[in-house]
């Protein structure tokens, strides 16, 4: 939580003329109305920073900002601060219930209690506020750097929740590409050229269009899964993105033709789950700025073969997850409380089809799955089951309103990946073993301590989230030392996506 302090605008001049035009000017724009559709499409571009904020007065006078979507505290305005933030929400308000289609929102008192206002950056660098329920708008740049800055640090503050790192956060990699680029596909031809064909076909290439129903039911949700919901949204949106940026620099900077021409249908579907992901985050107020993560995020560094194993889990454990959820919804349509849900099973089909890809290059060259790589392979599969047993469990409002147990669903999750990547990998893990099951356990608790300590601010927080962090490694490896299963490798690779 951050407080506002706005610094007293200097006094210009002495003359009282100077004086009465500068408030005149100021009492103008602050009462100029902007007709609702030039508004809307002004703050609702694509290439917009938006959020919508909720100002909701506290009874000890202060005023508590709120991001709508996830009811997030954004910052607290002490009472007797943030002047310029008062008077503006004042001004937009001032005229509720003085004509027939404005109504004041319910609770309405000195601020709106839940009425959102739209904040957004637009691509030109206007920095505007739009009150939706009457239709008027402010350019805030007319206010002066310092004022306009006040709404700028609450704009970015509240966007800053997808750039937030943390251990199971999505990450965006780079690689050696001069090694991709001697990736040699020969021992699969016949495969993967059937492949490339389907690629080329791009038989979803216009199944990701949303319908009028989308916006509708966001209003509908509880808060709490509203909250979850938006939390999956974000991770979903800079985990795909996360691939289309990868994808594409691979594209970019190899001269193999197979590699160039596979990297660049799959950084086509993957910008296109990803902005149909952002599009329903618009629906939540918040436009996430895929090109800002691109610079901002952290890069990890990944030789090419922890590429192909991190990668290929990736696609295909998120087929996995996907095609359960749908399933479930085929069973239990009264439980699908958003449409995107209707898209999961040819979006899955993408998933499906990007691991193939890897599982080709994976058979084409043995010696990745062979000797102390199979090391890497189990690490990895580890690592990825873990990630997502922990984050899981995170969500549990969302798995309910799925009509899922979290550990049960991660368990169907984990089959049918294990029988998926038996295709590829020499060996899967015994997901049944005592303690499997208990180490896992294990991790989402200290999972949850951490998340409770790093909330935390000192010292003595920072050296609890080391001994967390140590005592979380000793359960991992417990869990690494549990035998695998080994795995005879099918003569043919590919795979139907029959789940």
Known sequence: MSSIHVRPAPLIGMAALALSSLLLAGWYRLTMPVSTPHAALAVSQPSAKAVDLWFVDQPDGSVLVQRSSDAAVIAQIPMGEGGFVRATLRSLIREYGQGPSIRPPEGFGTLPARHAFRLALTEQGQLLLWDPLSGRMLDLKAYGPSNRQVFFDLLEEALDKARTESLISPRFYSTDYEAMDRIDVTPVRAEWDAMMQEFRDDPNGRHFQRDEDFRSRISDLDPALRAEFYDFLISSATSEFSGCVLYTEIKRRVNNPDIKELMACMARDESRHAGFINASLKDFGVNLDLGDLKRTKKYTYFKPKYIFYATYLSEKIGYARYITIYRQLQRRPELQFHPIYSWFEQWCNDEFRHGEAFALILRANPHLLQGHNQLWIKFFLLAVYATMYVRDHTRPVLHKALGFDPTEYDYEVFRITSEITRQ???????????????????????????ELASKRPGMVSALKRLWIGAKASVVFASLYLIPAKANSLPERVRLAPVW
């Not at 590829?424 to 951490?450: K, Q, S, V, W, Y």
């Open 424 to 450: 590829t990998f020499p060996l899967t893990l015994d997901i049944d073993h005592p303690r499997f099951r208990a180490g896992m356990e294990r991790l989402r608790e200290l999972g949850m301590a951490n």
